[in-house]
C-alpha cells in the first residue's frame, strides 16, 4: 500500500497509527518464511504509534506521521540490537540513535525492526547474513539482492510500507531492482552516516526503498539534512520535488544518456531489451535521447574492489574482542584474544574483503593498487561530469540479470562482485542514482533500470522516473 | 601479475589478526588471487596525469569546538568484560 493512501486514510481517521502498525507486525509474523527480518520490535513500533497517533489527533502531522517503516540492521536504533548480519554484533545493544533514525522519530513513523541484509553489508544476495538468507518474495527460490536484501523483500512483500538501507557499491538499488521497488541512492553526503555501522567509508550512503518513486520522495525528503556529526554530511539544500510529483506528467526538454557499449558481455537478454524498450517509453514521453560514452565504467569492479576493502580493512580494525560485544572463550594473551575473536566473529566473505583490503594498503602495493584505483576513480568520475554538460540523466539496467537462484553465485566471489557492475562506478562517482521498477520477465520476475543524475540532482532521477511510472503502472502488480 | 604464495598469505593473515586453519589455505588462495589478477587490470589504465582526488565538492570544514563526548556508562555498556570505567583485557606479556 502506497504511502498516500495510508496518509489519507490515517488523516480521515479510517484507520489509526496503532491499527496500521499492528496489521503490519502481524504480516510480517505470517511472512515469517522470507527472513526479512533479524529484529522485530514491537514495543517499539507500537510506542511510537500511539506518538503518532496523539500527533495526528493535533494535525500535527508530516507526509510519514503513523506510516512505519523498517530499518536496515546496518543502522541504529536505540533500545533495539544492531547486529550488521554479524555473529560479532549478535548482542550489541544500540548506544544511541542514528542521525537518520531521529528523522524517521522526529516524523513519528513507527519502526517495526531490524531488516535482514549481507553481513557488515558485503554481499549481492544476502545469502552472507549470518542469521541465514533472505527470500524473494516474487520466487522464493531466489534470492532478493543485497546487501539490503531484508529491506528490499519486505517492502515488495508488503510487509512494511517502506524501509531504509545502505548502499556501497548498489546495495540499496541491486535488491530494489530484484524486489521490484524503487531504491534511491542519494549523492555522497546527502544523508548523515553518523550512527550507521561502516563498511567503506567514501562509498556508504543510506537509502530509502519503497514501492513507489513518490514514496521514496517523501521518505528522502524527511531523511535528508546536515549533520554535523558525519564529517562528510553536505549542506547544500534539498530541493523539494516530492509535493510536485503529482503534477508532472510530461518529460519534455529533459535529456536523457545512454551508452550502448557499457552493456558488458553476459548481460540478460531480456534485461537488454527492457531497455531499450524503456528507452523508447521515455522518448514517447516527451524525452530526447543521446547517445553517451562512459569509457572507463568498466573499470569501476576492479577499481571498487580494492577501495571497499581497504576502507574495510580498517574500519573493521575495531573489532576486537575488547570493546564490542563478543569475546573469544579461551585465549591466552591479548594478541590471541584478538585474533581468536576476530576469526570466530567474522564469516568467510567478512575475512576475504579483510585480506584483500590488507594486501592493498600493506608496504609495497599501496601505491600500485589503492592510489592507482583512487586514480582510476578520478577518470570514472570525469566520465560522467562530461556527460552531465550535455544530459539531465543517464540511464542503465541496475543489474545484469533478474534475481539469480539462490546458490548459484555464492561459491564464486568474482561472479557474485560482478552482479554490481552497473551500480558500483556510481558509488565510485560519489553521484546519486535510482533503481525502479521497469518491467519482468516472462516468467515473471522484476527488473530494474538505474537512473543515474549530476551531483545532488536526487529530484531529476525522481522526476524522470515518476513520469514513467505513472505511464508504465508496473507497481500495480503484487507478488504472488 | 601480481600473485600471492602460502607464506604471504599467512603473513596477511596474521596483520589481519585473522587465523587460517591449514585446509582452509588452498581455496583462500585461489580466491585472493582471481581477485587480485581481476585488480589487477586496473594496471593498463594511464592515469600519469591525474591526481588521486575523488570528489569535487567537499563537506564543510567545521570549527574545532569541544562538545560533549558520550557517557563513559554508554561507552562501557557493550564491553565484553570491564572494570570500572575501563576496558578489561588479559595480560599483554606472557604467564608469570
Not at chain 1, 516524523?107 to 533472505?134: Q, R, W, Y
Not at chain 1, 542503465?396 to 551500480?423: C, E, I, R, W
Request: proline share 6%.
Amino acid at each position: 500500500m502506497v504511502f498516500s493512501k495510508l496518509r489519507k486514510d490515517l488523516d480521515e481517521k479510517k484507520i489509526s497509527s496503532m491499527e496500521l502498525t499492528k496489521d503490519f507486525l502481524q504480516k510480517i509474523e505470517h511472512q515469517k518464511n522470507l527472513n526479512a527480518f533479524i529484529s522485530v520490535c514491537p514495543d517499539l513500533a507500537l510506542e511510537m504509534a500511539t506518538e503518532a497517533d496523539a500527533k495526528i489527533a493535533k494535525k500535527e502531522i508530516t507526509p510519514l506521521t503513523g506510516i512505519p517503516i523498517a530499518v536496515k540492521d546496518m543502522i541504529l536504533v536505540k533500545g533495539t540490537r544492531t547486529t550488521a548480519a554479524s555473529q560479532f554484533l549478535k548482542n550489541f545493544q544500540s548506544p544511541y540513535d542514528a542521525f537518520v533514525t531521529k528523522r524517521l522519530r522526529q516524523n513519528h513513523a513507527p519502526i517495526l525492526g531490524k531488516t535482514n541484509c549481507d553481513e557488515f553489508a558485503m554481499g549481492s544476495s544476502n545469502e552472507n547474513s549470518s542469521f541465514g538468507p533472505v527470500k524473494n518474495p516474487w520466487d522464493t527460490s531466489r534470492v532478493p539482492g543485497g546487501s539490503s536484501g531484508g529491506s528490499a523483500s519486505c517492502v515488495a512483500a508488503g510487509i512494511a510500507p517502506g524501509a531504509l538501507g545502505t548502499d556501497t557499491g548498489g546495495s540499496v538499488r541491486q535488491p530494489a531492482a530484484f524486489c521490484g521497488i524503487v531504491g534511491l541512492k542519494p549523492t555522497y553526503g546527502r544523508l548523515s552516516r553518523s550512527g550507521v555501522i561502516a563498511f567503506a567509508s567514501s562509498l556508504d550512503q543510506v537509502g530509502p526503498m519503497c514501492k513507489t518513486v513518490e514514496d521514496t520522495a517523501f521518505l528522502f525528503e524527511a531523511l535528508a539534512g546536515h549533520d554535523p556529526q558525519d564529517s562528510t554530511s553536505l549542506t547544500a539544500p534539498l530541493t523539494p520535488i516530492a509535493e510536485q510529483l503529482k503534477t508532472l506528467t510530461s518529460l519534455k526538454g529533459k535529456k536523457i544518456g545512454f551508452a550502448p557499449k557499457f552493456l558488458p558481455e553476459g548481460v540478460d537478454g531480456e534485461v537488454k531489451q527492457n531497455f531499450f524498450d524503456s528507452l523508447k517509453r521515455f522518448e514517447k514521453l516527451g524525452a530526447e535521447l543521446v547517445e553517451v560514452e562512459l569509457p572507463h565504467a568498466e573499470h569501476g569492479i576492479a577499481c571498487y574492489y580494492v577501495i571497499a576493502p581497504a576502507e574495510a580493512s580498517a574500519n573493521l580494525e575495531r573489532y576486537d574482542g575488547i570493546h564490542y560485544t563478543s569475546r573469544a572463550e579461551t585465549a591466552a594473551n591479548l594478541e590471541e584474544l584478538i585474533s581468536n575473536s576476530r576469526t570466530q566473529g567474522f564469516g568467510s566473505e567478512v575475512q576475504r574483503r579483510i585480506l584483500i583490503g590488507t594486501f592493498v594498503l600493506s608496504s609495497g602495493y599501496f601505491d600500485a593498487y589503492y592510489l592507482k584505483a583512487q586514480k582510476v576513480r578520478a577518470l570514472i568520475e570525469k566520465d560522467f561530469s562530461d556527460n552531465f554538460k550535455k544530459v539531465d540523466a543517464i540511464l542503465t539496467p541496475t543489474t545484469p540479470t533478474p534475481a539469480f537462484k539462490l546458490g548459484d553465485k555464492n561459491q564464486s566471489p568474482l561472479d557474485m562482485y560482478l552482479a554490481d557492475v552497473f551500480t558500483v562506478p556510481v558509488s565510485i562517482a560519489g553521484l546519486p542514482a535510482l533503481s525502479f521498477l521497469s518491467g519482468f520477465t516472462q516468467t515473471g520476475l522484476p527488473l530494474g533500470l538505474q537512473l543515474i543524475g549530476n551531483r545532488l540532482q536526487e529530484s531529476t532521477l525522481l522526476n524522470l522516473a515518476h513520469v514513467f511510472e505513472q505511464d508504465a503502472r508496473f507497481f500495480e502488480r503484487t507478488c504472488p | 601479475m601480481k600473485k600471492i604464495n602460502e607464506t604471504e598469505l599467512l603473513n596477511l593473515s596474521k596483520l589481519s589478526r585473522l587465523h587460517l586453519g591449514k585446509e582452509e589455505i588452498p581455496k583462500r588462495l585461489q580466491e585472493v588471487n582471481s581477485i587480485l589478477t581481476y585488480i589487477d587490470t586496473l594496471q593498463n589504465i594511464s592515469t600519469q596525469t591525474l591526481a588521486p582526488t575523488p570528489f569535487t565538492e567537499q563537506a564543510p570544514v567545521q570549527k574545532d569546538e569541544v562538545q560533549p563526548s558520550m557517557d563513559p556508562e554508554l561507552s562501557l555498556s557493550n564491553a565484553p568484560s570491564r572494570q570500572g570505567h575501563f576496558f578489561k583485557v588479559p595480560r599483554m606479556l606472557g604467564g608469570e
